[in-house]
């Protein structure tokens, strides 16, 4: 299968040093850049973004550490933050010469999104977030066996050796399991859309893993420091979530709230990736987000 969507140019663009984002643009118009989440590439947008593009520039790059993206070494802590890797996408809108932008983040990619728009308030026009909540609040409310549903977050939080060594050595059982076990439908993820982000994450396992473990670590002290002085979202924002909150006992809309000054809060029906199982409720979504 083509590694792109179609329709859309793929380039390369330098955001720091040694660091190359691998983008697929399209579309005219103000800019609207997506963010792709765990275990996938810029390609969990390929039925959303030619909708969008109907009406503006749409840009799916594929993470720092992910897809065809540099993937540096984590020589520190803040290499894979979530901090360095909003900085790479506000450098990549200098790059296409947009001074503000709308951002949609799922998954990993919402909690890139959600520190752009802590970060870069004066950048983000609109910012959408797809099934997280915040990173602090994420390992507030995992607790007892319900936690479970989250090993993965445990066992890449761990220090550097053991979690490579492991997610290596069955990589392919390792992210397929998310790919099965966080779908509600057979059919969202094709078979060769599946092989490739197997591929992509086969040769990616260091880069994923310090992410993660970024989440365990600077991200948290990050977001606590807005807390503690009560930096805000002060961007229109949209959170679409599947209703897990209920299985793991708490209000995500509620623990939304005291980080957005405007908020708009849909639950779906669709599983977690839901851009793919629900493609058209996710565009029109995000097209009434850019509205607002």
Known sequence: MSTSIPGFETRSFEVADGVELHAAVGGEGPAVVLLHGFPQTHLMWRHVAPLLARHYTVVCP???G????????????????????????????????????????????AHVAFRAGLDHPDRISRLGILDIVPTLDTWNVL???????????????QPPGLPEQMIAGSADAFFGHFLDAWSTSSDAIPADVRAEYLRACRNAVPSITADYRATATVDIEH???????GNRLSMPVTV????????????AEAIWRPWITDLQHFTTQAGHFMAEEAPEDIATLILDLMKR
């Open 66 to 109: 992910y897809g065809a993206s540099s993937k540096p070494e984590a020589v520190t802590e803040d290499t894979y933050s979530k901090r360095t890797m909003a900085a790479d996408i506000v450098r990549l809108a200098d790059a296409l010469g947009f001074d503000r932008f709308a951002l949609v983040g799922h998954d990993r990619g």
């Open 143 to 157: 607790h007892g066996v319900s936690a479970a549903v989250a090993f993965h977050l445990y066992l890449m939080a």
């Open 240 to 251: 679409v979530q599947q209703d897990w909150g209920r299985q793991l006992g708490f209000d």
């Open 223 to 229: 977001d606590q420091a807005d807390l503690d002085v």
């Open 62 to 64: 594929d993470l720092r």
